[in-house]
C-alpha cells in the first residue's frame, strides 16, 4: 500500500514537472519571458519585439509586443522575492509612442537591478526603452534610428497640432536625457539632423555610435549583459545586508 502511495505521489510530481514546462513554454512563445534561475541569482528575461502595439490592435500579421502583456509584468518583477533581476532584450522597429513611454517609465522606476540589450534594431520608441535600465548594451551590428514624433491617420491643421506635437517630442527628449548620457541638446540634433535618411529627418546610429554618443553605456552581447546583471544582483544585495546591520544597531 505504501508502494503504491510512493508511485501516484511521483507521477503527481511528474505531471505536475511538465504542466510547469508546458506552462513556461507557452509563456516564451506567447509573451517572450523567460527565467533563468542558478547560484548567483535569479534573472526574468522580457523580450521587446517587432512593433510596439499600443491603443490601436495591428493587423494579425504584424509581429508584436503587446503593452497589456508587459506592463502587468514588470509589476510582478518588481514585487517578486524569487526574481532578483530583469533583462530586456530589445529588437524593435519602434511603436506607439505613448505605450513605449510608459513601459520604459516603469522599467526606470524600479528598484531591482535592470540591463538592457539591443540586439538588431532598437529604433523609434525603442530609444527610450533601451535607455530606461540601469545599464544598457548594444551588439555592435546592432542599430538606433532616431527621428520626429510621427502620427497617422487624421492630423488638423491648427497650430495646436505643432505645439501637441512638440510637447510629445520633449516628453521622449527629457526621459531619454534623463536616462542616459547625451544632453538634450545633443539628442535634439540628431532627431532632426537632414540628409541621412531618405525622405525623412533623423539619424541612424550604430552601435559603436550610439555609445560615443552617449546613449547606449556600452557595446557587448548576451554575456556581458548577464555579468553586468550578476554583478548589480551582488551589490544590491551587499547594500541590503549593510542597512540590515544598521539596522540592528
Do not use: W
Not at 523609434?124 to 532616431?146: D, E, L, N, Q, R
Not at 541621412?196 to 554575456?223: Q, R, S, W, Y
Amino acid at each position: 500500500m505504501k508502494k503504491e502511495n510512493n508511485i501516484s505521489s511521483n507521477n503527481q510530481s511528474v505531471t505536475e514537472n511538465q504542466n510547469k514546462k508546458d506552462v513556461d513554454i507557452n509563456e516564451i512563445k506567447e509573451l517572450g519571458k523567460s527565467s533563468v534561475s542558478n547560484s548567483k541569482g535569479n534573472i526574468h528575461c522580457l523580450t521587446v519585439i517587432g512593433q510596439i502595439e499600443g491603443h490601436v490592435v495591428l493587423p494579425p500579421q504584424n509581429k508584436t509586443t503587446k503593452y497589456e502583456h508587459v506592463i502587468p509584468q514588470l509589476v510582478a518583477i518588481e514585487e517578486s522575492d524569487e526574481i532578483d533581476a530583469l533583462m530586456l532584450v530589445l529588437n524593435t522597429v519602434g511603436g506607439d509612442v505613448e505605450a513605449g513611454l510608459a513601459i520604459a517609465e516603469m522599467i526606470a522606476s524600479m528598484s531591482k537591478p535592470t540591463v538592457s540589450l539591443v540586439l538588431g534594431g532598437g529604433h523609434s520608441i525603442g530609444v527610450p526603452m533601451a535607455v530606461s535600465t540601469k545599464h544598457s548594451f548594444i551588439a555592435p551590428s546592432a542599430t538606433m534610428t532616431i527621428h520626429p514624433i510621427r502620427l497617422t491617420g487624421m492630423v488638423v491643421g491648427v497650430p495646436q497640432t505643432y505645439e501637441y506635437f512638440d510637447k510629445m517630442q520633449e516628453r521622449v527628449v527629457k526621459f531619454v536625457s534623463k536616462n542616459s548620457n547625451i544632453t538634450q541638446e545633443n539628442f535634439r540634433k540628431l532627431i532632426l539632423k537632414t540628409g541621412e535618411l531618405a525622405n525623412d529627418v533623423g539619424t541612424i546610429l550604430f552601435g559603436d555610435e550610439a555609445v560615443k554618443k552617449g546613449l547606449i553605456d556600452e557595446t557587448g552581447g548576451l554575456f556581458n549583459a548577464l555579468e553586468k546583471l550578476y554583478e548589480l544582483i551582488e551589490l544590491r544585495k551587499k547594500e541590503k545586508s549593510h542597512q540590515h546591520k544598521e539596522g540592528l544597531q
